[in-house]
């Protein structure tokens, strides 16, 4: 039968007019809750500049959920490593690990995470190409390791934590990084799905094994939403529908109320562009995503699923996770 890992990437989503405590208080109440029911990682993203969005600052909301918590790995789906100093992001995640030892994941990926002035205020090189992002990888993991004779510069702390790290990505380049170095690849199927497949095959035949892993480790980004009928679950599908919506249409990102139905909140070209980006969802009853799930397994193989549900309401959003519990425990 099929096997999977569960797992939750947390956006930090905002309701209009709230303030970003409202909604980083739910992300903490949404760890426990799932560090309950026996998920395995509790993930939040980097995004800056995105009005509805309270992720930017990821390392202290990292450190925030997991004082919060107790046994659910706490890391980064991801922080962008183009953004920042290696150095940097080696002493943030090596003070989380020295705090929570055997807690801490670091997942990097190498997009911007925003527009042209954003980047411009993070200080970044605007000629930038992500080209460089190998060079940056192997500068940080030096930093996590053992030091190094003659080294000057030292992460402390950081040095010989080895936070574990996985690359992610929504491309051939990092799967084929993740392949060649040897690490876990996690792909951004919630927002990116058109190149999910040959992402996956692109990693698995470039795969050396290291220290790190033996084997390919495969992990998948899913928007997935459970409610007792499908009925139901296609209706609290409108808020993440009106997410991707609003994005495309350059507009605040916030958590916005289910819908009877999208028509006349969308046009004919603007839902092709958010069922683009929302093709491989899950979404309906218990029996429903159990069955979808399977599917979605034997396609792509891969062994950890990291669930995002958007739904306006937090009770909603705590009932869908208990419920995909359940559905994926009736795989095994």
Request: glycine share 8%; with cysteine.
């Amino acid at each position: 039968m099929a096997h999977v890992t569960l797992s939750v990437l947390d956006l930090v989503g905002m309701r209009p007019s709230e303030t970003a405590g409202g909604a980083i208080a739910r992300s903490v109440e949404t760890a426990q809750h799932v560090e309950r029911l026996g998920y395995k990682r509790f993930w939040l993203a980097e995004h800056h500049s995105i009005a509805g969005l309270a992720c930017s600052a990821t390392a202290v909301l990292i450190g925030h959920v997991a004082q919060a918590t107790k046994t659910i790995r706490v890391g980064s789906g991801g922080v962008m490593l183009p953004n920042h100093a290696p150095l940097i992001v080696a002493e943030q995640f090596g003070t989380l690990a020295s705090i929570y030892p055997d807690r801490i994941d670091l997942g990097l990926g190498r997009a911007p995470g925003s527009d042209a002035p954003t980047m411009r205020a993070l200080r970044r090189d605007l000629r930038s190409t992500g080209e460089e992002f190998p060079e940056l990888l192997q500068e940080l993991r030096g930093y996590l390791g053992a030091p190094k004779a003659g080294q000057i510069v030292h992460a402390v702390p950081g040095e010989n934590t080895n936070v574990p790290v996985t690359l992610l990505g929504s491309s051939g380049f990092s799967a084929q990084l993740a392949g060649q170095l040897g690490l876990p690849f996690a792909f951004a199927a919630h927002f990116a799905p058109d190149y999910l497949l040959p992402a996956i095959h692109l990693y698995r035949q470039n795969f050396h094994p290291s220290a790190t892993l033996s084997e390919p480790y495969v992990m998948a980004g899913i928007p997935v939403i459970v409610a007792n009928t499908d009925e139901a679950a296609q209706h609290l599908f409108t808020t993440p529908q009106q997410r991707f919506l609003a994005l495309i249409r350059s507009q605040p990102v916030e958590l916005k109320a289910p819908v009877d139905t999208m028509e006349g909140v969308w046009n004919a070209m603007e839902k092709e562009a958010v069922d683009a980006r929302l093709r491989e969802a899950i979404v309906g009853s218990s029996e429903t995503v159990s069955r979808k799930l399977k599917e979605f397994l034997q396609k792509t193989g891969v062994q950890e699923i990291f669930a995002v549900t958007d739904t306006y309401e937090q009770s909603d959003r705590l009932r869908s996770y208990e419920l995909l519990a359940q559905a994926a425990g009736s795989l095994s």
